[in-house]
């Protein structure tokens, strides 16, 4: 009896594991869709990076993924839209607003 219990709080655990992974990469890419429409398509130009409209699509693409598919964060395709987020918060953004102080 004792060792369903465990197998059973394990399940739970990773339950919960899945959903914080779940909602944090939900949150990661409405963030950085968010900040990639705050900025004007000549600042995405000025830093030579790929068009703001192409950002958008990217990044909404992500966030509609997460939402209308969230039978897994670590599927193929929840996995490609997170990196792209994680590189337009780590790449694009930081050249962004480097400009916008100037």
Do not use: C
Not at 15 to 43: E, N, P, Q
Not at 73 to 84: D, E, R, S, V
Request: zero cysteines; a positive charge; proline letters at 3%.
């Amino acid at each position: 009896m004792s060792s369903t219990v465990d197998l059973v709080n394990v399940f739970v655990l990773e339950g919960t594991i899945l959903l914080v992974v779940t909602v944090a990469l939900i949150g990661v890419k409405i963030f950085a869709l968010v900040t990639s429409l705050m900025f004007s398509v000549d600042h995405y130009r000025a830093a030579d990076k790929l068009t703001k409209q192409t950002w958008v699509i990217i990044l909404g693409l992500g966030v509609a993924a997460a939402v209308l598919l969230p039978a897994s964060p670590l599927n193929l395709i929840n996995i490609a839209f997170a990196i792209a987020a994680f590189v337009f918060l780590a790449d694009v953004r930081p050249a962004l607003k480097g400009l916008h102080q100037r």
